[in-house]
């Protein structure tokens, strides 16, 4: 680790902007990163001004005019062995997103472990890129479907998964025949720096250049005119909703292509049949795990009122048990937030919800006694569902209400502008299938004595109304990655016209 970081922070002077082939090039402005765990500065980053960006997406085009012609299954085998050399780098990888964004060490390595998976779920999907075959009503014709690639795609990614939610893009936009250019965020870009340095090594093992492309810059510089760019058909971004919406109008008006995983407000029930030992367990994962900085963190539980006291009771026990620290030490389940910004918004929200009602439980406050951006996970009783809980607030603030039945616990459950993800704990199986149906949960992903957290790669992930409606990860989100062709030959003799139509 301490040699790694020694290699980043003799590199990351030169680290604006890059397209493979250490072909490192920067402007004059600097970022810092910080510690959140100490407030420290960790290194200073160059980053990349106009002129760089677009020598970027220059080398991004030509290198998609290539790329695009190799066959999928060979696509594979690049993605095949960017998995192995993750697999090299899990600990010192997964040990530097810790240092840098907050979270704790095994979340950390986890997070590289999600990159693994995925790079092997892509060399797999690399043999199944299928269309569809359709009879056509045309004698002699033949119907089919076919995918290819869409061009050089911007990844926008978010502080929280600073390398994992890349990799689901760009293992699948690689597989599928397209290039990206990666512009991560300003807080997290030190592990952007390490993935790119991987990803400059594999290319030149494989002698390919501006296939990974990197762009460390401002929103003026480089942020804006990835949205704005008409060279890039897709632009995957991961952050808030309010700047989802921008991301879709301006990308929108070009008639370009978006992929939106924007905010959650996920919410967990108990029915009065739950295993209790199992929903405490996924309730305290889901609401302080990464310190509440999951878009799929639990924000909200809904607990029946016949069971809310007990819950309530085994909550405060559990959250007493959590140890909050240094989040490179194996013994810390929760580390700090990643801003002192996002501290002072967190207590802002716990002061909103106060004032509309709520009783602190446990938490609102600081941890005084230490350096870095530490707080303790609150729980909030909530009398009803207000305008506070109904706001995504990306810290470790759980809501606690009731509620008397099932159908005025999906009510309240859907009664937000988000819908991400959402769990019910029950041993019911009537009542499971209840939420899971067309008149249960709206959210993208709907689960059953699991928590909101945790998504496996396999499954599409995404959510709709303000989350965004966009899919990554499994399933067949790759058709994002592909523009969709509908392909019909004529192999008979006679030039006859679909709905019978005749003509001349």
């Not at 250019?181 to 494989?206: E, F, G, R």
């Not at 609401?287 to 509440?292: D, K, L, M, P, Q």
């Not at 709520?358 to 938490?363: D, E, H, M, P, R």
């Not at 819908?419 to 019910?424: N, P, Q, R």
Request: glycine share 10%; net charge negative.
């Amino acid at each position: 680790m301490n040699a790694l970081l020694k290699k980043l922070r003799i590199l990351a002077v030169n680290a604006g902007a890059c397209s493979g082939a250490g072909l490192w090039e920067s402007g004059t402005e600097r970022l810092t990163s910080y510690s959140p765990a100490t407030g420290e500065a960790i290194a200073d980053v160059m980053l990349a001004d106009a002129a760089q960006y677009d020598v970027v997406v220059t080398r991004a085009q030509a290198a998609f005019l290539k790329w695009r012609s190799v066959p999928a299954p060979l696509r594979g085998q690049l993605i095949r062995d960017l998995g192995n050399r993750l697999r090299d780098f899990c600990e010192p990888l997964g040990e530097l997103v810790s240092l840098e964004m907050g979270k704790i060490r095994a979340e950390g390595i986890g997070e590289v472990q999600e990159m693994i998976d995925i790079c092997d779920f892509a060399t797999g999907l690399s043999r199944q890129l299928c269309g569809s075959t359709m009879h056509s009503e045309r004698p002699g014709h033949r119907m089919y479907e076919q995918w290819h690639p869409l061009g050089p795609i911007g990844i926008m990614s978010a502080f929280n998964f600073p390398v994992a939610v890349w990799s689901w893009n760009a293992a699948l936009a690689t597989v599928c025949g397209d290039t990206m250019i990666w512009k991560p965020s300003p807080m997290t870009p030190l592990t952007a720096i390490a993935v790119q340095h991987l990803c400059n090594d594999l290319m030149s093992d494989h002698k390919i250049d501006g296939l990974f492309n990197l762009t460390i810059g401002t929103n003026e510089h480089v942020a804006q005119r990835m949205l704005e760019d008409r060279r890039l058909p897709l632009i995957s971004f991961t952050g808030s909703c309010e700047v989802g919406k921008h991301v879709a109008e301006v990308v929108g008006r070009r008639m370009g292509k978006t992929l939106l995983e924007l905010g959650g407000n996920n919410a967990i029930i108990v029915e009065p049949d739950a295993d209790l030992n199992l929903a405490i367990r996924g309730i305290l994962f889901g609401a302080v795990g990464t310190a509440g900085q999951r878009c799929t963190t639990t924000r909200r539980l809904l607990v029946h009122e016949s069971v809310i006291e007990e819950v309530q009771t085994r909550l405060l026990e559990a959250y007493a048990q959590v140890k909050i620290g240094d989040p490179l030490d194996r013994t810390t389940l929760m580390g700090p937030l990643v801003s002192p910004r996002s501290v002072a918004i967190m207590f802002q929200a716990i002061q909103q919800a106060v004032s509309e009602g709520g009783s602190i439980l446990c938490g609102g406050q600081t941890m005084n006694t230490q350096p870095g951006n530490y707080v303790a996970p609150t729980i909030i009783r909530m009398p009803t569902q207000s305008h506070q809980v109904r706001q995504e607030t990306f810290a470790p603030i759980l809501y606690l209400m009731s509620y008397r039945d099932l159908a005025e616990a999906i009510t309240m459950h859907n009664d937000v502008p988000q819908g991400l993800s959402s769990s019910i704990f029950t041993t019911n199986l009537i009542t499971a299938e209840k939420f899971l149906s067309a008149a249960g949960s709206d959210c993208g992903i709907a689960n059953v004595n699991i928590g909101t957290s945790g998504a496996e790669i396999g499954g599409a992930f995404g959510g709709e109304k303000d989350t965004g409606g966009g899919r990554e990860s499994g399933s067949d989100s790759w058709k994002a990655y592909m523009r969709r062709q509908t392909n019909t030959i004529n192999w008979s003799t006679s030039l006859p016209l679909a709905q019978g139509i005749q003509f001349g």
